[in-house]
């Protein structure tokens, strides 16, 4: 596996893979790697002939620098990790490296309305940052596939987004949610819960569940009331945002007739982690 730090030598890595003419899959990732990461890398190792995958956090899209500082780094056990499942090459540059001063520019992204809830709205520029790397990534890495766990619904429409507003010529694969056995959406930030925090956290897809069966005889403000009172009653946890929304506009629904398409998208603190995950309440047949 190569590990690669300059992205001239990025460059150099896919010219190469071009003009062998190599499908690449690229999976971007924050480091902090875990089975739901290996389940994209997993699939991007079958379905490309060459799978690259970024390790690289960064900084312009945390909008609380003291969650950055805490960001959990394992450089080392994700290269073994990447190594054993088959990937090609690991891009693990630094900030400096992505971000040089002539590629500090203020560019806004057009992401749409997407862009503007639940994520958006808590975490003011966490999309713009988002999209400034994927940008620089897409353009470098220059993948025929790209692939994103569906624990960020939110952000794969975004990013959808991103790649029809700037031309780039890269599929988006959205992958499903890997959960842990007791039901905890996996997360790098699961790291971070104490023992007791994690005993409490699968509470939550535990009532997202119940919700889903609730919803059938119940309204969307009952099914949203009743998950938010359930979980803010737990000690220690408190609901940041929870919405029912149409899962292609990701704008709140009020009936469920509204949509066929509808998913619930939450956001927790236990303690002062933060953690999201989703579930769907309706889906096209």
Partial sequence: MKIIRTLYDMTEYRVQQRDRGASVGFVP???????????????????????????????????????????????????????????DAVFAPTAEEIYPEENCDNKEYALGTVAEVMEGKYRPGHFQGVARVL????????????????????????????????????????????????????????SRLSEEQRKAAPEIYETLKYSVEYSKDHSVRATHDTVVEHLDAIPGMRVEYFQIVDARTLQPVEEWEMSDW????????????????????RTPH
């Fill in 135 to 190: 940008d620089i990534l897409f353009r470098l890495v220059d993948p025929h596939r790209a692939y994103f766990g569906e624990k960020d619904f939110q952000q794969i429409a975004v990013v959808r987004n991103l790649v029809k507003s700037e031309g780039l010529k890269v599929e988006i694969v959205a992958c499903p949610i890997k959960r842990a056995n007791d039901g905890l959406a996996l997360s790098s930030r699961n």
């Fill in 262 to 281: 509808i998913v619930g998208c939450i956001t927790v603190y236990v303690g002062d982690v933060r953690l999201i995950d989703n579930i769907t309440y």
């Fill in 29 to 87: 990732t924050m480091g902090a790697l875990h089975e739901g990461h290996m389940s994209l890398v997993k699939k991007a190792v079958e379905e490309n002939m060459v799978t690259v995958v970024s390790v690289f956090v960064n900084p312009i899209q945390f909008n609380n620098k003291e969650d950055f500082a805490k960001y959990p780094r394992t450089e080392e056990e994700d290269f073994k990790l990447l190594a054993s499942a088959g990937v």
